[in-house]
């Protein structure tokens, strides 16, 4: 069955550095998400991406991030100058229609952990 | 904004038992509403969903319903096994994006 892959695995990086987070999503699917999980709390919507925009994004999501979808296959979050309160898991989503009862489909995530 | 309350926040049960997650929301142009497994390590995986024209829909020891008017939707594990243990996440689509619950601890004791 096709997956959604995120790599790394586990970033550990130092505040005030750059990091990018990668996702690979299902090969036909059309709207791509990021959503992140602090330790033990719930999943948290950031950004949704269709046609190369953002469609969607919450409060969380302000000018210290940005997505990008530099090829037909990878999909990007950036973090431009992390803060210690960044470290969470980052989870990547898609789905293959915008029809709102489509389902997402995620990876397993990106624990960054900033020092 | 869409907000997804969920409760209990943890559960437990002796294997065999059943268990019941109860969610509400407050948007009422959701109409899709998906229930997700996570277990420690992995994200969130899709076990089960429901849309908005239907009121219960089933799949082996796994059963959704929905109630519109109240704004509450339910997920119920029969017959539990301890590989049901897990994170569960119940979730609404007010716009393009998925909204979750804060979750609920899931422990099957044998």
């Known amino acids: 069955e096709p997956e959604v892959t995120q790599t790394p695995s586990h970033q550990v990086t130092q505040m005030g550095q750059e990091v990018i987070l990668r996702c690979v999503p299902i090969s036909n699917h059309l709207y791509f998400y990021w959503y992140r999980q602090i330790l033990g709390q719930k999943v948290e919507f950031l950004v949704s991406?269709?046609?190369?925009?953002?469609?969607?994004k919450s409060e969380i999501f302000d000018d210290q991030f940005s997505v990008e979808r530099p090829d037909g296959s990878n999909f990007t979050l950036k973090i431009r100058s992390t803060k210690l309160e960044d470290s969470a898991m980052y989870f990547c989503?898609?789905?293959?229609?915008?029809?709102?009862?489509?389902?997402?489909?995620f990876g397993n995530g990106t624990r960054l952990t900033v020092t | 904004g869409e907000n997804v309350e969920q409760h209990p926040s943890t559960l437990s049960v002796q294997e065999g038992d059943s268990a019941v997650i109860k969610c509400t929301y407050s948007?009422?142009?959701?109409?899709?509403f998906p229930w997700y497994k996570q277990e420690l390590g992995k994200g969130p995986q899709l076990i089960i969903d429901i849309r908005s024209n239907v009121g219960e829909k089933k799949d082996q020891r796994i059963a959704v319903t929905l109630n519109k008017t109240a704004k509450h939707f339910s997920l119920h594990i029969t017959e539990t096994q301890p590989e049901d243990s897990a994170v569960y996440f119940c979730?609404?689509?007010?716009?393009?994006?998925?909204?979750f619950g804060k979750g609920t601890t899931l422990s099957v004791s044998s």
């Open positions: 979730a609404a689509i007010p716009g393009t994006a998925l909204i």
């Open positions: 948007d009422s142009a959701s109409n899709y």
């Open positions: 991406f269709y046609n190369n925009e953002i469609s969607e």
């Open positions: 989503a898609s789905r293959i229609r915008d029809r709102r009862n489509s389902p997402l489909h």
